[in-house]
């Protein structure tokens, strides 16, 4: 069972930035890069929504147009460790962050799809607020 651990979350101002990782694991030897991996949030009282994904090399990354210019996806599969850089937080961005992960390819058509993504690990809070 491969485990995930996100972090960096915390609360903040606006205008401020976060950055959130995602450590994974599993009790026998894990190869991060056999996964795409996707980052999604959930706000109180609505449902979870999908921010970004990055395939296995980094060759390919995918953002939601709310998140554009601001987040940015990264990976270090070295250290079995998926990134995301908040940066220009708004309000509006408070909410549980999790990663996920995914062993088929993330696609423009397909990599917001929460079905797709097999492995999530528990959240991380994040909360901007003045």
């Known amino acids: 069972q491969v485990q995930l651990v996100e972090s960096g979350g915390g609360l903040v101002q606006p205008g401020d930035s976060l950055r959130l990782s995602c450590t994974a694991s599993r009790f026998d030897p894990f190869e991060l890069d056999a996964y795409a991996v996707g980052w999604f949030r959930q706000a109180p009282g609505k449902g979870r929504e999908a921010i970004s994904s990055?395939?296995?090399?980094?060759?390919?990354?995918y953002y939601a147009d709310f998140v554009k210019g601001r987040f940015t996806i990264s990976r270090d599969n070295d250290k079995s460790t998926a990134y995301l850089q908040m940066d220009n937080l708004k309000p509006e961005d408070s909410a549980i962050y999790y990663c996920?992960?995914?062993?088929?390819?993330?696609?423009?058509?397909?990599?917001?799809?929460?079905?797709?993504?097999?492995?999530w690990g528990q959240g991380t809070q994040v909360t901007v607020s003045s």
């Open positions: 996920a992960l995914r062993s088929s390819m993330p696609g423009a058509s397909n990599w917001w799809d929460e079905v797709e993504y097999e492995h």
């Open positions: 990055i395939s296995k090399s980094a060759g390919r990354k």
